[in-house]
């Protein structure tokens, strides 16, 4: 599949749903109320009609695949790769699973969790925007490294991160299905105010995604124009312009960036995660600069 083209070393091997055991595993008959959730799930729906026909498969044919699970404390474990699976034997009322013990840190957990769901396409945009962001926020993961994780292009990383800068609302319509990623790309593009309403009509009045980027270009077009400021090099105020900014910091720092700005006066927050990530931070910014 094209989808596992770029991943990460070693990470294909690891993909339960595409691999066997290691030679060093073996597959375990766990207890089911000893397998604690995955805390990084990127999938946040699960359709019940598809639970059951899984369900029903479980019951005719067995537990064709088994789960993934890496060991805890006091003798548990806790889920990798498999929710859909763990959720249906549980509803047939199995008390135990067939799984592979496999030991992982929590980067690799998080990177397994979204592979394994995109190689299903179990995850809507929105639920891939996350869980790009978590690895980001978490790994200080630049959009280089985020796009080799799912084998896709650096812009597409970028694209997919920008939808998480839509109101909640219309990441709900992108969550339901309801919009597509290119229609909610095209909804950026209006000014943020208006993204909601948009949306709606978008939805009610089955907009294509090339009428709704015409009309988002008519609607920039009839924008007035604002007086330059006069100190040049300035960031236009407007929150789409800060939200590019941010953007651009994101994927140069590999780091979560926040800007906001308060009558033409701004900060901009910058997220590090321990002392040698603060470290790599600042030789990215002082690249160049001479030390004193």
Same mark, same amino acid.
């Given at each position: 599949?094209?989808?596992?083209?770029?991943?990460?070393?070693?990470?294909?091997?690891? #993909? %339960?749903?595409?691999?066997? %055991?290691?030679?060093?595993?073996?597959?375990?008959?766990?207890?089911?109320?000893?397998?604690?959730?995955?805390?990084?799930?990127?999938?946040?729906? $699960?359709?019940?009609?598809?639970?059951?026909?899984?369900?029903?498969? #479980?019951?005719?044919?067995?537990?064709?695949?088994?789960?993934?699970?890496?060991?805890?404390?006091?003798?548990?474990?806790?889920?990798?790769?498999? =929710?859909?699976?763990?959720?249906?034997?549980?509803?047939?009322?199995?008390?135990?699973?067939?799984?592979?013990?496999?030991?992982?840190?929590?980067?690799?957990?998080? =990177?397994?969790?979204?592979?394994?769901?995109?190689?299903?396409?179990?995850?809507?945009?929105?639920?891939?925007?996350?869980?790009?962001?978590?690895?980001?926020?978490? $790994?200080?993961?630049?959009?280089?490294?985020?796009?080799?994780?799912?084998?896709?292009?650096? %812009?597409?990383?970028?694209?997919?991160?920008?939808?998480?800068?839509?109101?909640?609302?219309?990441?709900?319509?992108?969550?339901?299905?309801?919009?597509?990623?290119?229609?909610?790309?095209?909804?950026?593009?209006?000014?943020?105010?208006?993204?909601?309403?948009?949306?709606?009509?978008?939805?009610?009045?089955?907009?294509?995604?090339?009428?709704?980027?015409?009309?988002?270009?008519?609607?920039?077009?009839?924008?007035?124009?604002?007086?330059?400021?006069?100190?040049?090099?300035?960031?236009?105020?407007?929150?789409?312009?800060?939200?590019?900014? =941010?953007?651009?910091?994101?994927?140069?720092?590999?780091?979560?960036?926040?800007?906001?700005?308060?009558?033409?006066?701004?900060?901009?927050?910058?997220?590090?995660?321990?002392?040698?990530?603060?470290?790599?931070?600042?030789?990215?910014?002082?690249?160049?600069?001479?030390? #004193?």
């Amino acid at each position: 599949m094209s989808k596992r083209r770029g991943l990460g070393k070693g990470l294909a091997e690891l #993909i %339960p749903a595409a691999a066997p %055991p290691l030679d060093s595993e073996v597959i375990r008959e766990l207890e089911v109320g000893l397998i604690d959730p995955n805390p990084y799930q990127p999938r946040r729906n $699960f359709n019940p009609e598809e639970l059951a026909e899984l369900a029903a498969s #479980i019951k005719s044919q067995g537990l064709l695949q088994p789960v993934t699970v890496r060991t805890t404390l006091n003798g548990r474990f806790q889920l990798i790769a498999g =929710e859909r699976r763990l959720r249906a034997t549980r509803d047939l009322g199995q008390t135990t699973i067939r799984a592979i013990v496999r030991e992982v840190d929590d980067r690799q957990l998080l =990177e397994l969790s979204l592979v394994e769901n995109l190689l299903r396409t179990d995850l809507n945009d929105i639920e891939v925007a996350e869980a790009l962001r978590e690895l980001q926020n978490r $790994f200080a993961y630049n959009t280089t490294q985020l796009a080799q994780v799912i084998g896709k292009s650096r %812009p597409a990383v970028s694209n997919t991160l920008r939808l998480l800068e839509l109101p909640d609302t219309v990441q709900g319509l992108v969550r339901d299905g309801r919009l597509t990623a290119g229609h909610a790309r095209a909804v950026l593009s209006f000014p943020v105010d208006h993204q909601e309403a948009i949306a709606a009509q978008c939805v009610t009045e089955s907009w294509s995604v090339r009428e709704l980027e015409s009309r988002a270009a008519e609607a920039n077009q009839r924008k007035p124009m604002k007086r330059p400021r006069k100190k040049g090099g300035s960031i236009p105020s407007a929150p789409a312009a800060l939200r590019r900014a =941010e953007s651009q910091l994101i994927e140069h720092l590999g780091t979560r960036v926040k800007i906001s700005e308060q009558r033409g006066t701004g900060t901009i927050q910058v997220t590090y995660h321990g002392a040698d990530d603060l470290q790599r931070i600042l030789d990215i910014l002082l690249k160049g600069v001479n030390p #004193i």
